[in-house]
């Protein structure tokens, strides 16, 4: 796509985790013509996403790094897992500058809690039995919407500048949920991305 995004960013100045930011914000950068033309093509898709009774939010992200203490089952967004609600939703997503998320496909993965080790682990931390009480622990702590990739999995990249319709968990939904993650990026590789 025709624009500066890096210019966005680097306008935006120094910042740490993950900001969020707002149409008049955006406006309100001090743009050349490449960064105007990135910031208009950001401004358009969150409107189009706006049509169609989305809640878009841009977000410049600093750094995404897994903490020491992720524990058995890490449930950030860095391991590879499902959306999931309550009712039919849908997650939409577009990186526009730095590194892209990432794909599995679902017979390509195995859920984390299936696996003997894991399960006798979060059994262990449970401190209970293979119950229906620990399936509904597995689920409050989102242990069950995560994945591994098998030996022979082929993540795939999402890509920049491309607008993903995310399949997500929910009741009675037609189709499998979609598995993915984000990536690691550290301090001095912010990205851009547009989540809804």
């Not at 966005?8 to 008049?24: E, F, M, Y």
């Not at 890490?74 to 997503?93: G, K, M, N, R, Y």
């Not at 999995?153 to 997500?168: K, N, Y």
Request: hydrophobic fraction near 40%; charge should be negative; proline fraction near 8%.
């Amino acid at each position: 796509m025709p624009g500066d995004y890096a210019e966005v960013i680097a306008k935006l100045g120094p910042g740490k985790g993950i900001v969020a930011i707002d149409d008049d914000r955006l406006q309100a950068l001090d743009l050349s013509p490449a960064g105007q033309l990135a910031a208009a093509a950001l401004l358009a898709d969150q409107a189009l996403l706006r049509a169609h009774d989305l809640a878009p939010a841009l977000n410049c992200i600093y750094d995404c790094v897994r903490g020491p203490d992720a524990g058995i089952v890490p449930t950030d967004v860095l391991s590879f897992h499902v959306d999931s609600a309550p009712v039919e939703v849908d997650t939409w997503l577009c990186t526009y500058h730095g590194a892209c998320s990432e794909g599995l496909a679902n017979e390509e993965a195995l859920r984390k809690v299936d696996q003997p080790a894991i399960r006798a682990a979060l059994l262990q931390e449970y401190s209970g039995v293979d119950d229906a009480g620990f399936t509904e622990f597995l689920s409050e702590h989102s242990y069950d919407l995560h994945y591994a990739p098998v030996s022979t999995a082929q993540p795939f990249a999402f890509g920049t500048f491309s607008l993903w319709r995310i399949a997500t968990q929910w009741p009675g939904s037609p189709v499998l949920p979609c598995i993915h993650r984000a990536p690691e990026n550290y301090p001095g590789s912010p990205r851009l991305l547009l989540i809804s």
